[in-house]
Structures are given as structure tokens and as C-alpha cells.
């Protein structure tokens, strides 16, 4: 029984640029504000990572008209706020009650068009020292906390702006400057290059008039040109990482098709079926048949400009990462061969029905439905997207399944990340070269 | 018309807001059930709450009650686990355990239209879990192997080590999952009876919440869980919240070496208060003061002003029994004895040289009420609710009377509690962080010795 999923909308795009979306549901006194920049670590330079990152702290320090940290108000009126940072994208979000919309919209029209006047060389300092502390405690001092560093690194080359994470490098973070922050704003922070969208207890007109009135006057600015790079990998890489970790761990990564191309919801299919809940087909293998390794995950990484899929595997204690990846590539090879079946095929697509429902749940916030109009928006150039989203994998068969596991997951193309124990570098994969990431 | 940038713009009145109706029922084996219409988006949450949690587990056989409740999706009649695991992900369920400290939480989340599927399925997995001996050592077996990796993860071992401190020879006094030495001592049978005596009707309350209406959601819980029985088998052991705490003989400083950690990860804090104590909301209030938001005085001396750390909380661990009061943070190396000082140096302020002001007053209370109906957004956080409810013994109009109660705290109230529930003398100062790095400037914080104590802490 196929069930009507919508997430209906409105959309205008202001003189400026800015796109404006609106989406009502006026279950729940509140207003969702969203507002996406696309710019993200993609658009930093090799030398200058962490920048993007650095910046969206910077948001939340005072602009002209509002010379204070950029929480008080928004706490007094009740407001959930938030911010994050990607590769693709910077986006900022608060949640109020309806009564502080134009509060909301006011801070958030004035950061995009008058932030720099309120920036100091203090308030940048006292910033990029907290980031070197959120490095610390979200990678540096965490178990595998290095991985994806390493990973990243060497599936992509070093031009490619996927070759670092979003939190930048110690270095680079250290010897930023705070005169590289005012051409940044200039060169994204502005109309053209944002995209509004209001979600929640509010009438539609009366949305796109409040927007027009804050954003309206803010001039256009430019559009930054489309980051493009190309990466692949002719060959399998080895790596190994010794941590201050119990049990060594295998990570697999391979070049998968960017966002919403063809194939991406077939990768994210294949992650389920691999490897998400007891009956997925590595689980059952390793973690409940054999009992050789503790967890076992798999996650397609969706990117605007190449994607990347990942598995990873935790040896139990005294079994070998050769083992595991022994099993694990044999069991891709069938998936290759042969194809998923009926059942898991109903299963997988059952999960992606109720998960885009319970996406309809929340109207703000990380993943509510302003932040997923708001990234269709950004990506595709189209908010209209969400049924057409969920028809990806509707359409999914096992056949294209199959053929993403060929076309995707080949041995001969894939870094092999082993991460063990300090001074157990024995217990990698063989062939491994240590690799320093810090 | 051009924007008036001159000042920010003033928020209307808040909207008003009501929570739904939660209606009341009980089923004939004893079973309570609460009922409440979430209509919008076509989902159903069922929340079972049961009495028994962390506090339950037997000396020695600490892990049990969560082990127990790990049992549960593990079999049941003719199906295996992987059989269970199927039949949730075919109805697109999210399942997921909580195990507190006097009480677990079963939540199961799916389609409406899956209603009377899920309800089933829960139902046969609490009531009659499979228990089979291969699955418990496979789950025992993975529960073993978490702790080993749980050695290496800063906030995991800071926790471990600070409940011990907190609660010496207390039921409270261990995580859930419990310890190597009492993971290895339990037994099948031992599982088995802890869910015999726990897993009652008599002790459990279930929450339905969903887009159907009160009469489809009591008519989905009587038929899953109607013919649930077993008469009642009182637990042979005390409610783990009636124990009192030994006057505190723990050191007030201590360390978990991690020799070259990038961070020291810190708890600081003590006993403090029961969730029953009828100075709940100004705890609330005060505790919004002092660092349980970003504009809070912990949050705004240790980041924005020193830079020592990505951020900084503290909060009550809210239980039927008396619960702690801690700052939680993780802080550069060479900033761990300034923030321990500084933490401690903002507890007594607010008690005495810098009572709350008018200001963080008002911001205080309008952060906790102005925001409170985005909480109720979703099938699942209603349902969730309404479940503390039950594990605290509240009222069913709690909700509505919220707002207005924490809108009539005084800071003068503020000053009392902050002087009746917190005591910076009592405080014990927790690090999980390189020690030769820290100890010489720790010794001279005047919190006394500083005790070293073992890798898992």
C-alpha cells in the first residue's frame, strides 16, 4: 500500500536573491526559522581548513545593531537556537514561540547584513581558542576520534576540498587571521547565497511580508562560483592508525555517487541491508553468528560533489581484523552477485516509508522539516522534493541494488583503515603504512 | 517599510497553551494505562514504564536490571531475535530502552496504521521474552566487551567514577550497565527472576499516544496487554530511593590518570535534592542561572570569557531518591585547576556575594516557560512525559501548572534553595585527565589530597 507522504510549501525569491520557503502546521504555538548559507569547509583552501567553522561562531557574537552575544534576547523570548557547519553548508536555526518571530528575523536579518561592524579581534580569538577545545574533546581525546580524518585524507586527493574535515587542522585553526574573516563574510554571507525557510505556526502572506521587510534591504552580493573537483581511487589503500582504544577496528570507504544522483538512495539501501539491525546481513554474520566482531555499521555519506560509503567493523577481543574483512568482502561479493531479495527489499523500504513520516514530526531544528525544505532548496535548487525523495527508494529494486553493490563497492578501489591498539600495530590488516593524522 | 534597527523588537504575549486531555484507565490484570490524542502526523508511541531500575540491582550483581531489559528483544513464542528484529523494522518501529535509576522505559514508535501490530509485538517482548541461554551469553558477551571499549571514552569513565564517589555502599552507586566482576557473576536464572518480579502489570504504567482517538488507543493497549498476568511477587530488595546516602566520607579530589589526554574531562558537584522536594521549579530556575543554559554564569566565565572549553552544563540527575547537582565539562589540560576554582568560586556567589539578579531572573524563567509547548511537539516526547509523570508520582495537571509555577519563583527563593541545596565545601572535584600535568596546580586549590584511582575508575 503506497501512503501519501507531502511536505507542502511555498516559495519566492526576494530582489536580493533570497529565497524565501514557508511551510505551515499550526499544531503547536511555534515558528521555526532556518536559514542555510551554502557555504561550507568545501569552499576553504588546503592551508586554511577550518574556516567555514570557525565563522559560524562567529555568527553568535554580536552584529551592529545588536552588540551582544547573539543568544540573550532569543533565550528571553523563550527560543531554542543552534548552528552547525558541514562540508556543503553552514545553516543556523531557531525555534520561538510565535510571538517572537520578528525577534528571531530581526537577529538574524542583522548578521547577515551588518556583522562585521559588532567583530573584534577578541571576540575572534576567545572563538578560535573554543574550536581548538571542541577539536579536543570531539576528535582528539575520543576513541577513533581520528578516523574519519584519516579516511577523508586518502580517498581524496589533496586539492580536493573533501581531503579535510570540517573542523579544520590544529594548524590551520591556529594561524588563521582575523582580517581573512571579513572577506569570507563578503564573499558568502549574503542574500544570493542563503535560503530563508519559515516553518510552523504562521500564515503564509504574512511570512513572505516579514521577510521582505527584515531581508529585503540587505543588497544581493554575489553568487560564489560552484565548487567542482573530481576524485577516484585507481587502487586499494591500507592504512593503519594505532589509538588509545581496547579493540582494533576496520574501516572501509569507498568514492560512492554524490547526493541524490543516481545510485545514492541504492548506497544508502545497501548500508541498511549491510549492516543496520540484527537482521541485516553482517550483523547476523559477525556480531550474532560467529561472534567475531562487537558492532558493525555502515553509513553512505551523501555529499553535493561526491559521495562517500563507509563501513566499519570492531574486532571482539582476540579476533583478527583479517578475518572480519574476509567475511565482509565475501558477503559483498554475494550481494554483488546475486542481488538483495524480496524480504529485505519490503523491509528496507517499509523503514524509509515510516522514516520520511516521522521526519513530518518536527517543524525546527537539526533534520525538522524548515532544515529539510531548506536543504532541497540548497542542493537542488527546489524545495519541492520531499515526495520525490522518498520515491528514490520506493523505485529502488533489487536489481538497481544489486548493480549499485557492483558498481560501488569493487575491492580494488577502496581505503582499508585499520585502527588498533598503541604499540599492537601487528593486529592491522596486512600491508598496512602507518598514517599520521594529529 | 524600513526595518527600525535602532532597538530589538518586543515578543507579544505568549500564546497560550494547554496540553491534551490524558485520560486515565486500568486494565483488569492491574495494569495502568494513560491514553492521550496526538492527531497531526499519522504515528503512535507506546511508553511502558516499569518499576525496577539501576537502583533494583542486587549487590554484587550490578548490570542485572539492564541486562534484563536488553533481554527483551531477544526472542519470544516462535520468533528469535533476528525474527524480532525483523518484524520491528518491517512495521518501521524505533525501539529503545532507557534503564534509570528507579525505573525503565520502553518506547516503541511507529505508523498509526501499525498501531495494533506494534502494540502486539511490544507486548510479547516484555511479557514473554524467549530467556534463552545462548542469547544471554551473547548479550552478556557484548555488554563485556562495551565496558572494555568504554574504558577509553573521557565522559564514560568520569561517570562511573563520580556515581562511586557520590554514592558510596548506595544502590545508586554504579552505572547500568554495571562492572566486569558483576556482569561475569550473573546468571540466566538470575535474569529470570529479576523479570519475573519486576515485569508485572501491577508495576508497570503504559502510555499510549498517537492520531487515533482515547477510545482506539485504550481499545489497542487492552487487547496487547489484557491478558498480560502474574500475580504479584513483591522484589525482595528495598526501593533503592528509600536507602539513604552515608554522610559523605568520599575525598573531595580526585583523578582518573589519563596520561597525555588532549582534555581533562571533570564532574563536579554533590548530593543535593529529590525530584519530590517541593522546591523543584526555583531549583529549576537556579539551576538556568548557573549553567544549565548557554547565558548562564558557568557557560559564560569558562567559554566565551576564558576559552577553557567547547562548553560547560551542570544540572540535577533528577530521581526518586536524593540525586546529585554537577557541573559536566570538559576543559583544556592546562585550564583544569582554574576551572575547578572558577566552578566552585560561581557556586558560592550565587549563595552569597552575587545573589540571582532581576535580569537573570527573567531570563531564567523565560527560557524555562516562554519555549516549554515545543516540548509536547511530537507523539513520542508526549508520551514520554506523560511517563514521568508516573515514575515521579506528579499530578496530571503538572503540565499546565508548570509555567505558572516557575514564574512565581523569587530570586529570594532563588538565594534559598542555592543556599539549602548547594554546598561548595561538599563538593567533590572529579578529573579524568593527564596527572602529572595537573596535580601540582590541583594541590593548590586547598580541596585537599588529591586521590588517584584506578584506570576504570
Redesign the interface.
Known sequence: MS?AIELPHAKRTLANGLDVLVHE?R????VAVNLWYHVGSKNERAGRTGFAHLFEHLMFEGS???NG?F???L??????LNGSTNADRTNYWE??????L??AL??E??RMG?LLPALTRERF??????????R???Y????YGMALMALSSALFPPEHPYHWLTIGAADDIRAMEFEDVRAFFRTYYHPANASLSLAG?IDTGRAFELAE??FG?IPAGGRPEPVHAAASLPREVRLVFED????PRVYMAWHSPAMFADGDAEADLLADLLAN???SRLY?TL??DK?IA?DVSAYQHSREIGSFFLLAS?A??GQSLTEIVAIIDERIQHLADEGPVEQEM??GI??A???F??R?????GFGGKSDQLNAYNVFRGDPDFFAGDLDRYRCATPTTVRNAARSYLGFDRRVLLSIVPRGQAALALPGSEPVSVS | MAVDRSRLPVPGPDPSFHFPQIVRHRLGNGLKVRTVEHPGVPVVTFVIEIDGGLGADPAGHEGLASLTADMTDEGTGALSAIDVSDALARIGAEYDVEVGADATMFTLTTLARFAERGARLLSDMLTSPSMREADFERVRQLRLDRLRQLKDVPPAVAERAFLKLLYPSHPYGHLAIGSDASLRALTLDAVVQFHETTFRPRRATLVVTGALPHGDLLGVAQHAFGTWTGEQRALDVAAAADFVPHANSSPHLAIVPREGAAQSELRIGHLSARRGTPDYAPLLVMNAILGGQFVSRINLKLREEKAFTYGARTGFDWRRGVGPFSVQTSVHTAATAESIADTLQEISGLRDSRPATAQEMSLAQASLTRGYPRNFETAQQVARSVAQLALFDLPDSYFEEFVPKVNAVTADEVTRVARTYLDPSRAIALIVGDRKATEESLAALGLGELHVLPPTG
Open positions: 501512503i502546521d499544531r503547536v504555538p511555534i551592529e545593531h545588536h552575544g543568544f540573550m534576547p533565550q528571553q523570548a523563550g527560543a531554542l525555534v520561538v514561540p510565535t510571538s517572537a520578528e525577534l530581526w537577529m536579518s542583522d551588518y580569538e576567545t572563538q578560535r581558542d573554543v574550536v581548538l577545545n571542541e579536543r574533546q570531539n582528539e581525546n575520543r576513541p505556526d521587510n527584515y534591504e588509545r582504544v581496547e579493540l539491525g540484527k537482521t547476523r556480531v550474532y561472534r562487537v570492531t571482539a577481543p519490503e523491509r517499509a523503514q516509508e515510516a522514516h513520516m516521522y513530518l514530526q518536527t517543524v525546527g
